[in-house]
C-alpha cells in the first residue's frame, strides 16, 4: 500500500507563506483525486483543498485565494502552497486520497503566530 510522508510546515509569522510536500511510496498518477487537510488542536480534521488528475482543483472557503494545491505525478508529490497564512491556519496538515483511503502519515505542523 502506498504510504504517505508530509513535510514543509514550521512556525511562520501571520500573512507568511509556507509551501508542504507530499511524498507518496508508490504512484499517484492513477489516483484521481488527491486532498489536503488539517486538524487544529480540539477540533474535527478538515478538508482544505483537492485536486483531480486532470488538475481540477476545489477548496475549503476559508482558504480559497490564499493556497494552491498541486501535483506532480511523475514524482509522487502533491504539494500546499500557503500564501497570507493566518493564526487560524494553525494545524497538523496531513494528505491523503479523497475520500481518504489511505493509512494516515504523521502530518506536519503548521503554527502562524507573532
Known amino acids: 500500500q502506498v504510504t504517505l510522508v508530509e513535510s514543509g510546515g514550521g512556525l511562520v509569522q501571520p500573512g507568511g507563506s509556507l509551501r508542504l510536500s507530499c511524498a507518496a511510496s508508490?504512484?499517484?498518477?492513477?489516483?484521481?483525486?488527491m486532498a489536503w487537510y488539517r486538524q487544529a488542536p480540539g477540533k474535527q480534521r478538515e478538508l482544505v483543498a483537492v485536486?483531480?488528475?486532470?488538475?481540477?482543483?476545489n477548496y475549503a472557503n476559508s482558504v480559497k485565494g490564499r493556497f494552491t494545491i498541486s501535483r506532480d505525478n511523475a514524482k509522487n508529490t502533491v504539494y500546499l502552497q500557503m500564501n497570507s497564512l493566518k493564526p487560524e491556519d494553525t494545524a497538523v496538515y496531513y494528505c491523503?486520497?479523497?475520500?481518504?483511503?489511505?493509512?494516515w502519515g504523521q502530518g506536519t505542523q503548521v503554527t502562524v503566530s507573532s
Open positions: 485536486i483531480s488528475s486532470g488538475t481540477v482543483t
Open positions: 491523503n486520497t479523497r475520500p481518504s483511503s489511505l493509512a
Open positions: 508508490g504512484s499517484i498518477s492513477r489516483i484521481y483525486a
